[in-house]
């Protein structure tokens, strides 16, 4: 959400409440405590320090509004008393905190949703072997998709991760010491 769209409703919440508190509220009805909640809505749109703010405001301001009705004479001293000013300081701390908390985590599932799609984008190009290809029984090339005939060597290295180093079995090194005439192992 746009930060001057949260402010916008930080501050229509804070109008409405003092609204509310003086023209709809009941004098005899302690309705300051829902500046907690108001304390709570501006921590979390706009952070703990603002929310610390609106504490240091919402206290004067209630007690004005209260001032002006003879019934809730009792309730300024709730209003501005400690506890009440200790209730929205841990409130502005806390749920600030919590914002804080929620915006790392929504960082880090973005973080974590990109890599995946980088990781799946990845793995759609490896290449699995399978399924039937064409070897010559002669010369043992492999066909490839294209039609080509290459060396079975050169075509794993190419579609696996697969190296090759080439030696000489001993079933074909017997063959080609019979070929030279030198005595075979077996």
Known sequence: MNRYI??????????????????VAPPDQPYFILGIGIVALISWLLGSIQGLITTV??????????????????YIHFASSPAY???????????GHLRRETKALRKKD??????????QGILAKVQELGGVHNMCSGCKKIQDDQGLWQSIDQYLKEHTKMEF????????ADVFKSRLG???SS
């Not at 916008?8 to 804070?14: C, D, F, S």
């Not at 004067?60 to 009792?74: D, E, G």
């Not at 000013?85 to 749920?95: N, S, V, W």
């Open 6 to 23: 949260r402010l916008v409703i930080a501050i229509g919440a804070l109008v409405a409440y003092l609204a509310a508190l003086r023209y």
């Open 85 to 95: 000013l200790g209730l929205q300081i841990i409130m502005a701390m806390g749920i």
């Open 57 to 74: 405001l919402l206290i004067p301001l209630t007690n004005l509004i209260y001032q002006q009705f003879p019934v809730s004479a009792s």
């Open 182 to 184: 030198q005595p075979t």
């Open 110 to 119: 973005q973080e974590l949703a990109e890599t995946n799609e980088q990781l």
């Open 165 to 172: 180093s080439h030696c000489i079995c001993p079933d074909c």
